[in-house]
Structures are given as structure tokens and as C-alpha cells.
């Protein structure tokens, strides 16, 4: 309820190198991300949204925890945060990024809002497609 109360970084980058639109039809979720970069780091995280308060919680935590990390850390943290929130009923809760528990819970009380909670992850990967880091 915190990063949907007072959601972080929940603005526009307007010097941002990239910026990617995603959409979540089955819910009307739309959600722009903002990124700037340097030298393959991301150095500042942003997005604006008409949306509910799962796909703005988790882009609260993505844009908090993706800040000062290299595309490739990113890229597993997505791949992690989806397979978590895709095998929820055995998924162990993660230690290693704080709110996920949040995001894993109401996917296992409410499997549809999976979809919510994942897009600002895929919005992030569908940017990060075409650049290189792995």
C-alpha cells in the first residue's frame, strides 16, 4: 500500500535516453517508462501510468530497484520477478528485492493481477530489447 499511497518516482525523465509504452488490455493499465543511462548502467528510473494500484506499486519498487544496476542485472531481476510471480503458488517469497513480497502475495491470492504486477517489468524488457549487456 506504500508505493501506491506515495508512489516513488512516479514522474517524467525529461532528459530520458529511452522511453517505452506498455499496456495491460485485460485491465486498461497503460504505463510509460522513462530511463536514463550511461555506459550500459541505468542512472535514473521514472514512469507515469493510468493504472491500477498493482501495476503502480510494482513499477514504484522496478524503478527504485533498477537505479545504479547494468542492463544485464536488470534483464535477471525481470526474468527472476516473472518467473516468481508466474509459479506463485510455489514461488518462495525473495529476499533480495523489498515490496516483491507484496507483488507475490496478491498474485497468489488474485492469480489475475499477475499481469499487472509484470508490466512494468516487460515494459522495461521491451526497451532494453534492442541494447546490448548479457
Known amino acids: 500500500m506504500e508505493h501506491i499511497k506515495h508512489a516513488r518516482n512516479y514522474r517524467v525523465i525529461e532528459n530520458a535516453d529511452r522511453t517505452a509504452d506498455g499496456s495491460n488490455p485485460l485491465?486498461?493499465?497503460n504505463m510509460t517508462l522513462?530511463?536514463?543511462?550511461?555506459?550500459?548502467?541505468?542512472?535514473?528510473?521514472?514512469?507515469?501510468?493510468?493504472?491500477?494500484?498493482?501495476?503502480?506499486?510494482?513499477?514504484?519498487?522496478?524503478?527504485?530497484?533498477v537505479?545504479?544496476?547494468?542492463?544485464?542485472?536488470?534483464r535477471a531481476m525481470g526474468r527472476a520477478f516473472r518467473n516468481m510471480l508466474e509459479h506463485a503458488a510455489e514461488s518462495p517469497l525473495p529476499g533480495d528485492m523489498p515490496g516483491a513480497e507484496a507483488m507475490l502475495e496478491t498474485a497468489r491470492e488474485y492469480p489475475?493481477?499477475?499481469?499487472?504486477?509484470?508490466?512494468?517489468?516487460?515494459?522495461?524488457?521491451?526497451?532494453l530489447a534492442d541494447l546490448s549487456g548479457d
Open 67 to 74: 537505479q545504479g544496476r547494468t542492463i544485464a542485472e536488470v
Open 34 to 65: 522513462f530511463l536514463r543511462m550511461d555506459s550500459g548502467r541505468i542512472l535514473d528510473a521514472a514512469f507515469q501510468c493510468t493504472c491500477c494500484g498493482v501495476s503502480m506499486a510494482s513499477a514504484s519498487i522496478m524503478t527504485e530497484q
Open 112 to 127: 489475475a493481477r499477475a499481469r499487472c504486477a509484470a508490466l512494468p517489468w516487460t515494459t522495461l524488457e521491451t526497451m
Open 27 to 29: 485491465c486498461g493499465d
